[in-house]
């Protein structure tokens, strides 16, 4: 029993989310950068779904990614995002048992 303060795990779970979007903003940071595409900033908010029973595992993640630049094309961002989770070696792994969906946003900068 925890007197105060969030249980342990809690913090775990958020450590777990945010390497998560970490890694996948990082490597799609690079593919951007190599592709030569006009990106300004990348925002990602990740949101994690948790079981109903305990232990109350992370079940469900999703990203929400927003870019900016100007002259973006959707298609080509998207092939990015695809290429940038293939590599992501934290998507890889936790989407062997975690359902991880994501929605993109382009905005001009």
Excluded: F, N, Y
């Amino acid at each position: 029993m925890h007197a105060q303060g969030p249980a342990p795990h809690a913090a775990a779970k958020a450590v777990l989310v945010a390497a998560l979007g970490g890694c996948t903003e990082a490597t799609l940071a690079a593919i951007l950068r190599k592709q030569r595409q006009p990106v300004t900033a990348i925002d990602m908010a990740l949101t994690p779904t948790l079981a109903d029973t305990t232990p109350r595992e992370i079940v469900a993640i999703h990203m929400a990614i927003g870019i900016a630049g100007d002259g973006l094309e959707m298609e080509k961002i998207e092939k990015a995002v695809a290429l940038a989770e293939h590599h992501c070696p934290v998507h890889k792994t936790l989407s062997a048992a975690v359902r991880i969906t994501r929605s993109i946003t382009l905005r001009q900068a």
